[in-house]
């Protein structure tokens, strides 16, 4: 065994070791509602989910759509759930057509070119508002943050998300 | 005609119901959601978006649409139009309609001086001051990893001697976190043991409570408006007996803690009538009682052992007894088995299949229903629970089509329910052990059969009756506080005038007649009369 061959299974292993950790520069928005019981079921997930796959190059941002959400209310709702991402208000609904979510919570996960690669739910725990599955069977988000760490090509994929829906900006001229 | 000019009334009151392009928060949905939605959905209560005024109804217009459309809120699982309880939160048609328009048409605010007052919401006890309030020991607190708690708490009561209750009351001490409670009496002294076993306070168990069970009192879910027994009934509270409490914590992302507390109020008046339990399960609780006896703490395979040894018959269901002789046995002291209980298969939901049961409880005297408390698990789909006397008629109890384990709970009748000796209860239940079903617990799907897991099933319907005297259904089981649905014909809220109106236009009508409507007819027997009109004016008003 030469010199040369330690030389390269040094570096091979290095790259296999580092390559677990080393994801495609991507974002996760995540729409949630302070008054929605549904993301709030989600909290304990979302922070689970960010523990394993957040990185520099995949980021987490929570977007708060909902016309009620102060920038106060956000940030309690951040440190009671214990969010470990940066939450945005959302109140113009700029993010909410920009990506097309519809409900809290959504998920949106856009690749390096801002192309969306996945719209919908974290997973399957909800059949529908209020029928909450006893074993979760399908886990989108976390087989689309698998695949982006294990840069395996991905096509745009959608889901629907189950939870509280968005209500869009008010289209009369009453307030 | 009757009446003409008060049907012109109703007729112009009808032609003035507001079209899509004029409904408005202040003058049509505010009266809609501060007297349905606001007394859970307000700051510390269990629904979690607030909903005490105009800018927070509008920010959840479309939530609120999607909820009342599919029924899903306000929360209320028996069917209206099949009997009526107390208590019923349930929208008309025309309400979800309104809302409905609202939404569509941008949700507009409309003139606020229009808008409804919002109700008072009682901070303390609704019923006055209690004879006796026990409260939890210590802080339970949850473990915050979104699964269902459900923890017994046992409440000493201390009572040097047997009293009769005339109304219990539970106060959730965290009213986001407690999704609902049921009450029972031990006084063996099980469940005191099986909280000493445990490390922490109380002991978890979620289909019943794990111990021999005296009494189940009235059950609480958000929302429910406390029953008080009326004149002369109540429940016996036996001496040092001790008060369990199951409390279903509701799946929560994080640590939090809840102390709840239950009033007790005991009768003022002597007590005449003791009300009862009568059950409707898979098996047949006497058949159990002769095969096991009361077998209370002893080991059943070591009984089958000595049957076997003696060389006794076994019974050809025995396994289906085993499983449950264990929970009958705990249900012993509550229950009187009045009857031999009948169901048409063994109660086995093989996997993969919807299963539906049949059971059947005779009544050997006459009886008076106070309440009936439906229990299945998560395979659970629906009931339909009606009693037939000798003479063939039919009367319904309770109809639920889309049963949810999260609220089950007791409903009371709003008067008292005669069923005359020799009638049949008849319960028809259906379980769906498919894939299809979200809330199944296993997966893949496995054969499941009675047992007390989350992973097992149940069927228990339990009636609260005292034996029946002359008079009993022009007896009204009024909730203590609120409203009465009973006689609020146009689903306003409100006893009032246009109730009146509604009332005397049907006055004097009998079954048969082709107007007749038999929610007019308040004591059931055929007729709108004089009888109805006395029922109607006690109600009258509030």
New interface residues.
């Given amino acids: 065994m030469n010199w040369r061959h330690n030389i390269w299974v040094t570096v091979g292993a290095i790259f296999l070791l580092a390559g677990a950790g080393i994801c495609a520069p991507h974002k996760v928005y995540v729409f949630l509602g302070e008054?929605?019981?549904v993301s709030?079921?989600?909290?304990?997930?979302l922070r689970n989910l960010h523990a394993q796959y957040a990185s520099e190059e995949l980021e987490f941002i929570g977007v708060f759509p909902?016309?009620?959400s102060t920038p106060t209310a956000i940030a309690a709702f951040k440190e009671?759930?214990?969010l470990p991402f940066s939450c945005i208000r959302d109140s113009a609904h700029a993010w909410v057509n920009r990506l097309g979510a519809t409900v809290t919570p959504e998920v949106v996960v856009v690749d390096s070119s801002n192309a969306a690669i996945y719209r919908g739910r974290i997973d399957n725990t909800f059949?529908r508002?209020?029928?909450?599955?006893?074993?979760v069977?399908a886990r989108d988000l976390a087989d689309v943050l698998n695949a982006i760490c294990n840069n395996t090509p991905l096509t745009f994929r959608q889901t629907q998300a189950i939870g509280?829906?968005?209500?869009?900006l008010?289209?009369?001229a009453?307030? | 005609m009757r009446l003409t000019a008060l049907s012109i009334l109703a007729l112009l009151c009808a032609m003035a119901s507001p079209s899509a392009q004029t409904v408005t928060f202040g003058e049509h949905i505010s009266p809609i959601i501060y007297n349905n939605c606001t007394s859970c959905h307000r700051t510390g209560e269990i629904g979690?978006?607030?909903l005490t005024n105009y800018?927070?109804v509008?920010?959840?217009?479309?939530?609120i649409q999607?909820?009342t459309q599919n029924r899903?809120m306000p929360p209320w699982k028996p069917d209206p139009t099949y009997s009526q309880h107390i208590g019923e939160r349930t929208l008309t048609q025309s309400e979800i309609d309104l809302i409905r328009n609202w939404v569509d048409?941008?949700?507009?605010?409309?003139d606020l001086a229009l808008e409804a007052p919002l109700p008072t919401f009682p901070t303390g006890s609704a019923l006055g001051t209690p004879d006796l309030v026990l409260t939890m020991a210590e802080p339970f607190a949850i473990r915050?990893?979104?699964e269902d708690q459900y923890q017994v708490f046992v409440l000493p009561t201390g009572l040097a001697e047997p009293r009769a209750i005339a109304a219990v009351e539970f106060r959730p001490g965290n009213r986001q976190i407690v999704h609902h409670a049921l009450l029972a009496v031990d006084i063996t002294g099980t469940a005191r043991q099986n909280d000493l076993e445990t490390p922490e306070y109380g002991y978890e168990s979620f289909g019943g409570f794990d111990s021999p069970i005296a009494a189940i009192l009235p059950s609480y879910t958000p929302g429910t408006r406390t029953v008080a027994f009326p004149h002369g009934v109540g429940q016996i509270l036996p001496q040092n007996a001790d008060l369990l409490v199951q409390v279903h914590y509701a799946?929560w992302?994080?640590a939090e803690s809840d102390q709840s507390s239950v009033n007790i109020f005991f009768k003022k008046e002597s007590l005449e009538r003791e009300v009862g339990l009568i059950a409707i399960v898979p098996f047949s609780l006497n058949d159990i009682k002769a095969f096991f006896g009361n077998f209370g703490g002893r080991d059943i395979e070591q009984i089958i052992a000595q049957l076997e040894a003696s060389g006794a018959e076994l019974p050809p269901n025995l396994d289906d007894l085993i499983d449950f002789a264990a929970s009958a046995n705990d249900l012993f002291g509550a229950i009187n088995p009045m009857a031999k209980i009948e169901i048409d298969s063994r109660f086995v939901i093989p996997a993969r299949e919807v299963k539906t049961f049949r059971g059947t409880l005779t009544i050997d005297q006459d009886i008076s229903l106070l309440s009936i408390y439906l229990h299945m698990h998560?395979l659970g789909q629906s009931w339909e629970v009606y009693a037939v006397d000798p003479q063939g008629n039919r009367t319904d109890l309770v109809r639920i089509s889309d049963w949810?384990f999260?609220w089950q709970g007791s409903y009371t009748f709003t008067h008292f329910q005669k069923i005359a000796a020799g009638s049949k209860i008849h319960a028809v239940t259906t379980y769906d052990n498919t894939i299809d079903n979200?809330?199944?617990?296993?997966?893949p799907p496995r054969t499941v059969a009675w047992g007390e897991k989350?992973t097992d099933e149940m069927l228990l319907v339990a009636m609260e009756y005292v034996p029946y005297r002359q008079g009993d259904e022009n007896i009204a089981l009024a909730p203590s506080v609120g409203y009465v649905a009973r006689i609020d014909f146009d689903g306003d809220r409100q006893r009032d005038f246009d109730d009146f109106v509604l009332f005397a236009q049907n006055f004097g009508l009998s079954q048969g007649d082709a107007d007749f409507q038999s929610r007019f007819d308040l004591n059931r027997d055929g007729r709108v009369d004089f009888a109805d009109f006395i029922i109607f004016a006690r109600l009258f008003g509030g």
Avoid at chain 1, 164 to 168: A, G, L, Y
């Fill in positions: 008054t929605c019981p709030r079921h989600y909290t304990l997930t909902n016309r009620l009671k759930y214990m059949a508002v209020g029928k909450r599955r006893r074993v069977t509280c829906f968005i209500t869009p008010q289209n009369t009453q307030e | 979690a978006m607030p800018s927070e509008a920010a959840h217009a479309t939530m999607h909820v899903y048409a941008g949700f507009p605010q409309g915050g990893d979104n799946p992302p994080i998560l949810d999260n979200p809330l199944n617990p296993n997966y989350t």
